[in-house]
């Protein structure tokens, strides 16, 4: 298995499409409806537009025998923000799909828009593995290429959103890293949803990084004059 950036010339964007719709069973068939054929022709549209929530530039494949085993989506801080993403997805879409978009994201994230973050943060939107290939690690390896990515561009938190009950995946998230700072009720039709923020410190990381390796060094040389 390897990891790499999404591109629509070496990856099949029916399965990346498929892998996003599959993320959240409580999210995406508000967006794109339950036509499961027509909501991935539709997210295959988004994903090949690029510029918004599902875009190409925003996706990591993992990528196993040649098929797309997981998926990956994360925005950047400098992102566009709900209103962009919107028009994003009128443009890919057409109106109702930016609609519904713009009304669910509200719906069910309010919260994270109306929070403003103490400093800038990354966001994961999506992490999906194929039926087939969980149990394998995927979902860890995809959350470890984001971290490294994001300490590698000098940021600091990484943001994500678990709708729950969802056991595995908070399991998963937790063993990342990732502790959970709120949760909130959120009422879709004919159903209430219990949202979990989950976040990851990524300075904090660092900083217990160089902690450990100065108590190694430490106690390297505490042996040396030992000796």
Known sequence: ????????????????????????????????????????????????????????????????????????VMQAPDAPGLVKGALAVARAAGPITAVRFFLVELL????????????????????????????????????????????SRGGGRIVLSVIAPNPPAVRLYERAGFHTVSTHRAWVPYRALTVLTMVYDAVQDRSDTLMQDFDETMRDVRRDLAE
Not at 19 to 25: D, N, Q, S
Not at 115 to 131: F, M, Q
């Open 1 to 72: 298995m390897f990891i790499e950036p999404f591109s629509p010339d070496r990856h099949c964007t029916e399965e990346v499409a498929g892998l996003i719709y599959e993320t959240e069973p409580a999210y995406f068939p508000l967006v794109f409806g339950r036509d499961r054929t027509r909501a991935l022709s539709t997210i295959e549209r988004l994903v090949r537009a690029g510029g918004n929530a599902f875009g190409r530039e925003m996706i990591t494949c993992a990528v196993r025998e040649g098929r797309v085993a997981g998926i990956l």
């Open 108 to 151: 069910i994230f309010a919260p994270h828009y109306l929070k403003r973050e103490p400093e800038p943060a990354y966001e994961i939107s999506s992490l999906s593995v194929a039926p087939a290939e969980r149990g394998r690690g995927i979902g860890a390896a995809l959350l470890e290429d984001a971290v490294r990515r994001v300490r």
